[in-house]
């Protein structure tokens, strides 16, 4: 079970399925977690993906699931105020583990979820593509 959301996880899964808590994480790590993760899976400015595709939240100075320093994570990152990929090329998109050209992440509050370019509407919550799309 995950220490932070008890969600039950395969045992070969080194963060939680549902909220990414890190499998071995300690006690501080949690505090850190709850505290940040209030809208679990929402994107917010400043928040940066590690090269190893952890999703970070702003406050965060290295990656909590392989340690890079922010400075050096080589990854992407969402400026304010915008919580998305508006302004990158798909090339740039791609950097991001499992992204194809078109992806977009859905902008209602609370969702933030990566969606496919083939969706016309957010798997999650459906928000339009037009309206939730970055």
């Given amino acids: 079970l995950c220490g932070a959301c008890q969600h039950a996880n395969f045992k070969k899964r ?3 399925q549902k909220c990414n808590f890190p499998k071995h994480g300690t006690q501080a790590d949690l505090s850190s977690h709850m505290y940040h993760n ?3 899976g929402e994107v917010l400015a400043g928040d940066w ?7 970070n939240y702003a406050s965060r100075a290295s ?20 919580m998305g990929v508006r302004g990158h090329t798909s090339e740039q998109a791609q950097l991001l583990p499992g992204w194809k050209a078109g992806d977009w992440i859905c ?4 969702c933030g979820l990566h969606n496919y370019a083939c969706r016309t509407e957010c798997y999650k919550c459906r928000t339009p593509r037009d309206l939730g799309a970055l």
């Fill in 49 to 55: 993906y590690c090269h190893c595709g952890a999703h």
């Fill in 38 to 40: 209030i809208n679990r």
């Fill in 63 to 82: 990656c909590f699931r392989c340690g890079n320093i922010k400075s050096d994570y080589g990854g992407y990152a969402y400026d304010a105020p915008m």
């Fill in 107 to 110: 902008v209602r509050p609370g």
């Fill in 14 to 16: 080194e963060t939680c």
